[in-house]
């Protein structure tokens, strides 16, 4: 069921049957494209390193080819958690003592006598079990903010996916009503993600899956039916258990009794309940659809669960694993929480989803014959693996935690191990005003919605704020605190900061002496010698490394925490040169090559800034309203 108001589909790649719908990719957003090119610092930095790492192994009598292949899979280099350390940080001794038959402290301070003199490596440390500690110089830094200034947005963009494709599928909301906050959570982290991957080279799928087959599916279309007979008159109570309680049913029965004259109002069930359930379908996904436009989120991709059903993809998913020995007749555990005569021991087709890593085997048909939902999962993903994705992502919410495995069990006996699933989970999110938890809708059904959440908050705030903390921790969102000004709020702080470096450039063309400054050709970056310049300096250098980690972790978070960190050194910055310390204004005038070292500075940031708030998808403000 695609939601109205798309586009015309492109084409996709599908198996016969085509029971996916694609639309096209929204304006503007990120794609593969080839990372900018300029100096990289970091780059050059790991060279040097590994040739070392490189040396200092050679020195055992060890073959290279024992050891080289783990120098090149798992050797890093990367900014310690606490800068304190130093500003990178190696690993190399504890992947590679054992291997060539030293201990990792040994290693470690050979590595550490090595690398100190070229490359920038001012000095380096051995620390903790093995690690070593390098401290880079100042003008290490310098040529990343030219390549920064000159990349813009595109800064830190890399080829480091390799096209590699790669769906990401979220929110998929079962469509029985509006999207409420934790969806939300969900949708900004999918979008995010997928965003995230395609900046660093991958070719990202994002898709959503519309759960419209099954009993719930049936409760929405005679809830929807219970509406319809309120709109005649023949009930004046509202649905009772068992039915969806929101109102917002009520204007989609009223328009159905006013198109066909109420000749549903009697009718027997298997009359109108096809017709109930795909109206239903319908408006619920133009809800869901008009919340997501408001967070800037489309899709390439929707999936439809019925389609995939009525096309046989289920029988086809389990014929497969039928011919591969994996499904039997039994009777499965009893399923936690069942206790009593509530469940009866009952043969059932199973999948050996125990031979996959799974605590047990799964029931793939019901007593009443018709596939499970589980049996429609497999079909689905399995479905993403013929079209091409080795590679999917998904993101749940938290009450689906031991459902992961099961699925993963499944994917991996259908595509032979030749396919992985990354699920991420998102927790709970408690809506709160000045601490106070926030009253619910009844005509939303007892839920805080997105979309009420959204026209308070907008759609900017909403979205960094929901990346602030690792998705698997709980969430409370105070809408008296997001929409603050002040340096505690961190979407408030981060824009600014954009919109202060913009205030910076206005000036200098409103400023008769700077305004025929030439900043590339005039700044003299050796000057940026202030501890605080140089952290700035530092902080942009690292930014592409900052993005293929957070791409190889898939945590977008990463990003919304190190624009928090860029925006406070900045602002820092700043604050010294206006309030207390006037040597560190950005503008000087009479003193060009300064002032255009520190227009450099500004601009890199501003780029860093502009390139990670394009990944989560929020806006980079010119000025502050």
Known sequence: MLPSGRVSPTEVAAPPGDVIQAVSRKEGQPDVTAPVPGDAPI????????????????????????????????????????????????????????????????????????????????????????????????????????????????????????????????VSANPTGPLHVGHGRGAVLGDATAALLAFAGFTVTREYYINDAGGQIDQLARSLHHRYRMAAGAESAPPGEGLYPGEYLQPVADELFAMDSGQMV????????????????????????????????????????????????????????????????????????????????????????????????????????????????????????????????????????????????????????????????????????????????????????????????????????????????????????????????????????HARICSVFRRVQDHGELRALDVASEAEPTLLTDPREVALMREVALWPEQVEAAARAREPHRIAFQLSELAARYHELWTAGARGEPTLRTLIPGDRPRTAARLLLADAVRAVLRAGLSILGVTPVEEMR
């Not at 699920?423 to 005003?433: E, M, S």
């Open 43 to 170: 780059p050059a930095l790991r060279r040097h390193v590994m040739e070392a790492v490189r040396q200092v192994a050679g020195t055992s009598s060890v073959p290279s080819g024992d050891w080289e292949p783990l120098l090149q899979r798992a050797v890093t280099l990367s900014p310690p958690r606490d800068p304190a350390h130093g500003d990178l940080a190696t690993n190399a001794s504890l992947v590679l003592a054992k291997r060539v038959g030293m201990s990792p402290r040994e290693f470690a301070d050979r590595l550490a006598r090595a690398l100190p003199g070229t490359a920038g490596i001012e000095s380096a440390e051995t620390a903790g079990p093995g690690f070593v500690n390098l401290r880079i110089a100042p003008s290490a830094w310098i040529p990343a903010l030219r390549t920064a200034a000159a990349g813009g947005a595109d800064y830190g963009r890399s080829g480091m996916g390799e096209a590699t494709p790669i769906n990401v599928e979220y």
């Open 266 to 497: 009697s009718a027997a069930e298997n009359v109108w309940l096809e017709q109930f359930r795909k109206t239903g379908v319908g408006a619920m996904m133009k809800l869901i659809d008009r919340d997501l436009e408001q967070l800037g989120i489309r899709f390439d991709v929707f999936a439809s669960e019925r389609d995939l059903r009525e096309a046989g993809r289920v029988d086809d998913a389990v014929g497969v694993l039928e011919e591969r020995d994996l499904v039997y007749t039994g009777v499965p555990p009893r399923p936690k929480g069942e206790a009593g005569e509530a469940w009866e021991p009952r043969p059932q087709l199973l999948f050996r989803a125990s031979r996959f890593g799974d605590d047990a085997d799964r029931p793939l048909r019901r007593a009443n014959g018709e596939w499970t939902y589980f049996a429609g999962d497999l079909a689905y993903h399995f479905d993403k693996f013929r079209r091409g994705f080795s590679e999917q992502i998904n993101v749940w919410g938290a009450d689906h935690g031991g459902y992961a495995k099961r699925v993963r069990a499944g994917l991996a006996a259908l595509s032979e191990d030749s396919a992985s699933l990354d699920v991420k989970f998102c927790q709970l999110v408690r809506v709160t005003r000045a601490g106070q938890p926030v009253r619910m809708s009844k005509r939303d059904g007892n839920i805080v919605t997105l979309e009420s959440v959204l026209r308070e908050v907008g759609p900017d705030v909403f979205r960094f704020l929901m990346l602030m903390r690792r998705p698997d921790a709980p969430l409370d969102f105070d809408l008296s605190e997001a929409v603050r000004q002040s340096k505690d709020n961190p979407v408030y702080y981060v824009q600014y900061a």
